[in-house]
């Protein structure tokens, strides 16, 4: 059985009809732009807020760095600290060398006190395996020279981040580098200085 056909009885009903099909249609395209321009939006503020943290994270290891080299230089030969090396590794009886190894222990305190990122630092002698001067004991067989790095720039090597050697540290993460230097007594050392990684909890 087939259905009449619809019939607008009256001139007004037929304008009625096209009125409310013409704001429905008008009230989905409304609904659909404002979906995408929202969705629009919040990608783009979304976006904004990766690429701002990424550029947060991106600038504070470069500080980090940067702050490691510093301290670095102050440690080698020509620097604060490292122009006593040779002082301490030929000092004649054990009362010397005891006193050059607070004067340096001192002056590592101070060039690191302002950057509290900077967890440890010490000398690494590889020749013999021996750390010298350092805040916090190292694993067992650790070498700066055998950490995987970013690039190497001269003597100095840019350590990915990595767990750290300090055993006071656990399995904390960090940045860190390493510096080859020569002392003026020929003794070959590596400066080891990382830099705890804002991840740690």
């Known amino acids: 059985m087939k259905l009449p056909p619809f019939k607008f009885r009256t001139l007004h009903q037929r304008l009625i009809f096209i009125v409310i099909v013409e704001i429905s249609v008008s009230l989905i395209l409304l609904i659909l732009v404002s979906y995408q321009t929202i969705y629009s939006i919040e990608k783009n503020k979304l976006m904004t807020s990766m690429v701002s943290s990424l550029q947060q994270i991106t600038d504070k290891m470069e500080q980090n760095y940067l702050d490691m080299i510093q301290i670095s230089q102050q440690m080698s030969p020509e620097g604060v600290v490292g122009y006593q090396l040779d002082s301490y590794f030929e000092a004649e009886n054990n009362y010397d060398k005891f006193q050059i190894k607070q004067q ?68 904390w993460q960090v940045l860190s580098i390493a510096r080859q230097i020569i002392s003026a007594n020929g003794t070959e050392l590596v ?10 909890s």
């Open 104 to 171: 340096i222990t001192e002056n590592l305190i101070k060039i690191s006190f302002a950057n509290s990122n900077i967890g440890s630092r010490l000398y690494y002698n590889p020749v013999n395996n021996q750390n010298y001067f350092y805040n916090f004991a190292t694993r067992d067989n650790f070498s700066p020279l055998k950490i995987d790095y970013l690039r190497k720039n001269g003597s100095v090597y840019y350590h990915s981040l990595h767990q750290s050697a300090s055993m006071a540290t656990g399995t």
């Open 191 to 200: 400066i080891y200085n990382p830099a705890w990684s804002r991840t740690n």
